[in-house]
């Protein structure tokens, strides 16, 4: 049997046995095992369990694959040793709750029975697993297939710190809870410090009512309570009054409302839309040749069976095939061009009086196609890919930041929108608008080039000139989305595209 149609037949059993990437040592054949290993398709998590998957980073330490199946691996240890007798903890039960998209440092679970055990994984992450059944909640729920707290009890349970450490996670969870439920457990658990802490948090946070509430039916009950603040911050995230329709709308709400004046404070002020609209679509035209050369997106390769196909037929080799790289290339560069037209003639728009929020809305997704078009007709991609936003995970290289699951997307997206149309500072849109778009990632490729070309659209709706991410500056360029996206940090971002608008480009090479 030739190598190619050895390792396809085994990609193929294995990931049968596979939970969604993570198989167990015992669920594989040795030879399978071997393998899989020498040909990089096998990671090693802990002993006896192992990542099935390619990663792209060429980087020693690559983060990308781990974090991809972080939570995939928690939930598959954890129903093999433990079945449903677990549960995460308050803290990481409201990470869940509230669709918190950095990996933890440490998860920490209660088991029924069992020791305890500290279990060191890959990328300085660990599990911290404990037995403590008389703290095993009864009733319990389920999210991403883990077993968790409810809501109101994990905010009972949650330590004080957590809202000073997590506050937008504390803020989201206080909006999401319903009262009465979470009335309920504060006077089924006789919970009185959590109903103090809460009914704080509650005034801080600007519902007052909810705090009276609180009081009321502690009072009713025999308890007579006075509030303390657990949060450390001067001002909530989230404005008072704001409705929550989902985890994620109150994430990228509270985003943007916590980064604008950081923005505002960096920026320049808006040079206003230009009197005549093409010297400034010259000026785009000669700059696209310095401006073609884009990133490719960063993702992990999952084995599927599509994927295993092409190892069979000997067609993934993207490393060391020339012709495929010359080829992939090729229509990269077609389609980016194809994009920018397309983007051109929005801007032109723009420039005479459209609206730079509605352009975006009605034209990314044929951004999108144009961008790929060419690779779908070549064969190279799947005409379904072209549908519109993704259907799986996807993960961002080297980040900590892990992209909101599928089924958010149409709410994040339809989120990041209104916020555009609300916003009245072109610098605002800018990047704000490119920061978010990467942070949802709503494609399954080509996230990068599009929220590159979102963020040019909206800086010419303020007569910004068109800023190019030079590739020289790529690492400083990542570093900044990560220090935002993880650290909540947009700073670092703002003043790496205001270089970056600001460089002479003719003076400049690729």
Not at 11 to 26: D, M, N
Not at 66 to 71: S, V
Not at 125 to 150: A, C, E, H, I, K
Not at 269 to 289: C, H, R
Request: glycine share 8%; proline share 6%; net charge neutral.
């Amino acid at each position: 049997m030739r190598p190619r149609q050895a390792l396809a037949e085994t990609l193929s059993r294995v990931e049968k046995r596979a939970q969604r990437g993570i198989v167990k040592s015992a669920d594989m054949q040795r030879s399978d095992r071997e393998r899989l290993q020498r040909a990089g398709w096998l990671q090693p998590i802990i002993k006896g369990w192992y990542l099935l998957g390619q990663s792209p980073d060429v980087q020693p330490g690559s983060t990308t694959l781990w974090y991809g199946h972080f939570w995939d691996f928690v939930r598959s240890y954890m129903t093999d040793r433990y079945g449903k007798d677990y549960c995460l903890s308050a803290e990481c039960s409201l990470d869940l709750h509230t669709v918190a998209t950095t990996i933890p440092r440490q998860v920490v679970i209660i088991t029924a029975a069992g020791g305890a055990n500290t279990l060191t994984l890959p990328q300085d992450t660990s599990l911290l697993v404990y037995p403590d059944p008389g703290n095993l909640p009864p009733d319990l729920v389920r999210l991403n297939d883990l077993q968790v707290m409810t809501l109101p009890l994990a905010l009972c349970r949650a330590a004080p710190r957590y809202f000073e450490l997590n506050p937008l996670n504390a803020e989201i969870a206080l909006r999401l809870a319903k009262p009465d439920e979470l009335s309920r457990v504060l006077l089924e658990g006789a919970h009185t410090r959590a109903a103090i802490r809460l009914m704080g948090a509650y005034q801080f946070i600007g519902e007052p009512e909810r705090a009276e509430r609180i009081k009321g039916d502690m009072a009713a009950a025999g308890y007579r309570i006075s509030s303390v603040n657990p949060f450390q911050a001067d001002r909530p995230l989230l404005v008072s009054d704001i409705k929550l329709s989902s985890p994620l709308v109150g994430r990228l709400q509270a985003l943007w409302e916590g980064m604008r004046e950081s923005v505002i404070e960096i920026f320049p002020k808006a040079p206003g839309l230009p009197k005549e609209s093409k010297g400034y679509l010259a000026q785009m035209n000669d700059i696209y040749q310095h401006d073609a050369y884009n990133s490719l997106s960063i993702e992990g390769y999952q084995v599927t069976p599509k994927l295993i196909e092409k190892v069979r037929l000997g067609q993934w080799n993207p490393d060391a095939s020339v012709l495929d790289r010359d080829q992939v290339a090729a229509l990269a560069a077609k389609g980016y061009y194809e994009t920018f037209k397309r983007v051109e003639r929005n801007v032109g728009a723009i420039l005479a009086g459209a609206s730079a929020a509605d352009s975006v809305r009605d034209n990314l997704h044929e951004w999108y196609q144009a961008l790929f078009s060419a690779s779908v007709q070549a064969g190279i991609l799947d005409a379904a890919d072209l549908a519109g936003f993704r259907n799986r995970p996807v993960f961002i290289r080297g980040s900590n930041h892990v992209p909101p699951s599928h089924e958010a997307l149409m709410d994040g997206m339809e989120t990041l929108f209104a916020l555009l149309e609300q916003e009245d500072e072109p610098s605002v849109r800018a990047v704000l608008g490119h920061f978010l778009f990467v942070f949802i990632h709503p494609y399954p490729d080509g996230n990068g080039r599009l929220g590159r070309f979102l963020m040019n659209t909206l800086l010419a709706s303020g007569g910004y000139p068109w800023a190019v991410i030079r590739l020289k500056r790529r690492r400083q360029y990542m570093e900044a989305l990560e220090q935002a996206s993880v650290g909540g940090d947009i700073l670092p971002f703002s003043e790496f595209v205001r270089e970056e608008m600001a460089v002479d480009w003719t003076r400049e090479e690729n």
